[in-house]
């Protein structure tokens, strides 16, 4: 099994859970997958890119956690709902559900067509609800779980061009908590963690401009620090733990004090 960070905590009530998380393959959803697994989590996972996820689970699998990659496409709501319960039967009862995938493709406002906003909320927001509606029986018949939703700093900037990425990132803290009141009677927490600049592959390849990351850390963020996917992990694993047994329906921003 991988093991845990020794300078960072390790969380005896996610051993043996079963977590699952959507866009698993690359960026944080990755450095879920991975310290969801090294807490000794057995971890199932869903993504477009089959090749990732293939080895991010044989990986896991051959360090002797348990780990199921399986191809689906968050906005084909029918077939990713037969994948969580294709998961649920495989690794028993999803008891942590992390709504990960999302993407944040830019296009100019006045370009933004109908089909491509109905796209950007599928991609974005569509799918939270409807993974919860799949595992909420089964965390009720567990006696609890815990929800995480993947909220977005851009909710609460001013970020030209991603009008539906915004919108749903701004509706999944709406969301959170009206899943928060309709789970709460069965002990499922919902919360939202609201990531800052998270510098992931895509992020570093595809999104910052020379001189962005330099910028956002000398005049944007208060703590001077690079974040990068791991740190929002962290959040992630305290909020699926029992730790966190008594919190639901909110906020966690993890930015770096973006102000
Ligand atoms: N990186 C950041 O700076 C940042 C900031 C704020 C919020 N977030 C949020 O964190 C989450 C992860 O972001 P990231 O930066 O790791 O993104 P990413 O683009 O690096 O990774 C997203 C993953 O989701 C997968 N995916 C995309 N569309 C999919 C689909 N239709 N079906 C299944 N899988 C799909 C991708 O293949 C990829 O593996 C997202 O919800 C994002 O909005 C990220």
Redo the contacts with the bound molecule.
């Keep these: 099994m991988p093991e845990p960070t020794p300078r960072y905590a390790t969380y005896p009530s996610l051993r043996g859970k079963h977590a699952f998380v ?10 879920d997958v991975r310290e969801l697994a090294a807490q000794g989590a057995k971890v199932s996972f ?4 089959v090749e ?2 293939e080895k991010l689970a044989q990986e896991l699998n051959d360090s002797g956690a348990q780990a199921l990659f399986q191809r ?5 709501i029918t077939d ?1 709902v037969s994948k969580i319960n294709n998961a649920a039967e495989q690794l028993g009862p999803i008891t942590v559900l992390v ?6 493709k830019r296009t100019p406002f006045a370009d933004v067509t109908v089909d491509q906003w109905d796209t950007e909320i ?3 927001i569509r ?1 939270h609800f409807f993974a919860a509606q799949a595992v909420a029986p089964m965390m009720r018949g567990a006696g609890g779980g815990s929800i995480i939703n ?5 909710a609460h900037l001013d970020f030209p061009n991603l009008t539906g ?1 915004v919108a749903s ?1 701004a509706g999944i803290e709406g969301l959170t908590r009206t899943q928060g009141r309709e789970y709460g009677k069965w002990n499922i927490r919902v919360n939202c ?11 570093l390849e595809v ?1 910052a401009q020379p001189g962005d990351i330099e910028k956002l850390i000398s005049e944007d963020q208060k703590i001077p620090n690079k ?1 990068y ?1 791991e740190d ?1 992990a962290r959040m992630v694993l305290w909020l699926a733990a029992d730790d966190s047994r008594n919190c639901t329906g909110q906020k966690w921003v993890v930015d770096g004090g973006w102000m």
């Design positions: 959507s866009g698993g393959a690359s960026g944080i959803g990755e450095s869903v993504d477009l890119d990732r996820g689906a496409d968050v906005t084909d990713y709504n990960n995938a999302a993407n944040d599928a991609v974005n799918h993947m909220g977005s700093i851009t990425y990132k963690i609201i990531p800052g600049w998270i510098l992931t592959e895509k992020q999104v974040l996917g929002i």
